[in-house]
């Protein structure tokens, strides 16, 4: 069986990516992981905050108190909270780079246009493989439209593919107005490629002391089907490359984010529950579904079911949702 696979230009293995997570702060435990099956590896992102914060040497107002913004400095963590420090994220680029042979894709979360996108070169020059851009955005102001915001977001894509010869992915919430359109706006920018979801961890209220606590909840199989049917959509139009992330807890989850098109995962929550080996009983299950279907390379069946190639197109749009009301009986 062949399960390589090409990602951003770089050829994979197999479509078993680990994803942003703490997994790329040890070097040993990232060896583990290449060890176990994993054909690449996504760093911990490094913030657009934690860099304007150093590059201005105004570290102090991450500190100080709120003023009445929704998202004032006080709600971001304190920057001795972060795990990486600019510098610290540059040098283990390097230390990983020097322990492994898969690819090291660093990863920067920003949401705006600024000096802090000048760090996609530093990480190209500490030896990353590709960057993939998080932009993570919630747009919280009623006089901000789409547009502007989509705007922005491109105008970020583009400070950043422009300054770096490596390949840049976008990753991308779900709640665009047009996601395929996006992506092919994305792609004219510069971006090679998309992933498909960040997750959004929503924060609880404490009803007694009046307080809004942050969640961290992992991942279920339930949150696959958003990225099925968003991967089918996009993936016939888009030339770049496309990566499912959330919801990926199995060798049957792997391969139905590649018969909708996808071309590697990246997997986190399912490591953080059962550890590097799992990779290994994710892998011999794709092998096995493989042989029992008669494919002999993952190329072969990646996008067989998206919305160009399955049978019935109409299972990713209104059809299925008026189907499913209809289904329901008292």
């Known amino acids: 069986m062949n399960l390589e696979t090409t990602y951003l230009g770089l050829k994979l293995n197999n479509p078993l990516v680990i994803g942003a997570s703490p997994f790329s702060e040890e070097v040993h435990v990232a060896c583990q992981l290449q060890d176990a099956g994993a054909s690449a590896i996504v760093m911990r992102s490094l913030f657009e905050e934690q860099i304007d914060a150093e590059q201005r040497a105004l570290i102090h107002l991450i500190e100080t108190p709120a003023e009445s913004n929704a998202e004032a400095t006080s709600y971001f963590p304190a920057y001795s909270e972060y795990q990486l420090s600019p510098d610290r994220y540059l040098k283990q680029i390097e230390s990983l780079r020097a322990a492994l042979s898969i690819p090291v894709i660093a990863s920067l979360n920003g949401c705006r ?167 290994f009983s994710l892998l011999d299950g794709v092998e096995d579904w493989m042989k029992e279907h008669e494919y002999e390379s993952v190329a072969e069946f990646r996008g067989a079911m998206n919305l160009k190639r399955c049978a019935d197109p109409a299972a990713f749009e209104r059809a299925n949702y008026m189907r499913i009301l209809q289904s329901w009986r008292v």
């Open 113 to 279: 246009p600024g000096g802090w996108t000048d760090y996609a070169a530093k990480m190209e020059a500490a030896g990353a493989s590709a960057i993939e851009l998080n932009l993570y955005k919630l747009a919280t102001d009623p006089s901000l439209d789409a547009e502007q915001v989509e705007t922005e977001m491109l105008e970020t894509v583009g400070l950043v593919a422009a300054a770096v010869n490596i390949p840049v992915s976008v990753k991308l919430s779900p709640f665009h107005t047009s996601p395929a359109q996006f992506a092919l706006a994305l792609e004219r920018v510069g971006a090679s490629g998309v992933v498909l979801f960040n997750r959004f961890y929503q924060p609880d209220f404490e009803i007694d002391m009046l307080e809004v606590n942050p969640q961290l909840k992992l991942s279920d199989p339930s949150e696959l089907l958003l990225r099925l049917r968003w991967l089918a959509i996009i993936s016939p139009h888009l030339r770049g490359s496309l990566s499912a992330t959330g919801g990926v807890h199995s060798s049957d989850d792997i391969v139905k984010a590649v018969l909708a098109g996808a071309h590697t995962v990246q997997l986190v929550s399912v490591l953080l529950r059962h550890g590097p080996r799992v990779l």
